[in-house]
C-alpha cells in the first residue's frame, strides 16, 4: 500500500517521560525521510508539536487540522506547510481521515484514544480500508492493547476486526507493517463515503 500521507494522533501533552517526545520526533523525521507527509491535530504544544517541528526541520510536508476554538486559544502551530482550522472537533476528525492514507497513534489521552478508536470503528464498518496502528512507546499501549483482546475474547469484536489494530514498539517497524496492510474481507455495512 502507497501512502503519501500518513494521520498521526497523539497527545497535547509531552507526558511525564522524554521517550515519548523522542519517540514522536523520530516518527517526524522519518515521515519526512521517506517523503511522507504528515497529517495531524495542528498544536504546536506536546508530543503534537515535537512530531510536527521534526517533520518541518527534515523537509517533510506537515498539514495541520485544528478546530477554530483551540486555534483561538493560541496552541496552533503556525510554521505548518498547511494549517485546516475547522469548525469543530467532528469536522477535524473527518478532514483528518479525507487527507490521510493511514493512521497511526503515539501516547497521548483521550482525545489520542478516541481519534484511533473513531479511525478503527470506520474501518471495521468498511467507511475505508486504511492501516490503523500503534506506535507502543514503551509499552505505553499495553494495556489498551489487552482490553482489545478482552473484548474479543467476550465476543464484542471479532477476531478479523482485532487484526485491524497493528502495533509496533519503533516508527520504522510499524510503517513497514501499516504499507503491508491488506485489510480484512468483512461486511460493508456502510459504503465508503455514507458519513
Known amino acids: 500500500m502507497e501512502m503519501k500521507r500518513v494521520c498521526v494522533f497523539c497527545g497535547s501533552s509531552p507526558g511525564t517521560r522524554p521517550v515519548y517526545a523522542e519517540a514522536a520526533r523520530a516518527t517526524g523525521r522519518l515521515l519526512a525521510e521517506r517523503g511522507i507527509g504528515l497529517v495531524y491535530g495542528g498544536g504546536n504544544v506536546g508530543l503534537m508539536g515535537a512530531v510536527a517541528d521534526a517533520a518541518l526541520a527534515a523537509g517533510g510536508e506537515v498539514t495541520g487540522v485544528i478546530p477554530r476554538a483551540l486555534m483561538e486559544r493560541e496552541v496552533g502551530h503556525r510554521g505548518l506547510t498547511t494549517l485546516h482550522v475547522t469548525g469543530t472537533m467532528h469536522e477535524r476528525k473527518a478532514l483528518m481521515v ?98
Open 98 to 195: 479525507d487527507l490521510s492514507d493511514g493512521f497511526m497513534a503515539l501516547p497521548g489521552g483521550y482525545g489520542t484514544l478516541d481519534e484511533l478508536c473513531e479511525a478503527l470503528t470506520w474501518s471495521q464498518l468498511g467507511i475505508h480500508a486504511r492501516p490503523c496502528g500503534v506506535l507502543n512507546v514503551d509499552g505505553y499501549f499495553d494495556a489498551l492493547l489487552a482490553l482489545f483482546d478482552h473484548a474479543t475474547r467476550e465476543g464484542f469484536v471479532r477476531e478479523a476486526h482485532r487484526a485491524l489494530v497493528l502495533e509496533a514498539r519503533e516508527p520504522a517497524a510499524l510503517l513497514e507493517a501499516m504499507a503491508g496492510f491488506q485489510p480484512p474481507a468483512t461486511e460493508k455495512w456502510i459504503r465508503a463515503g455514507d458519513r
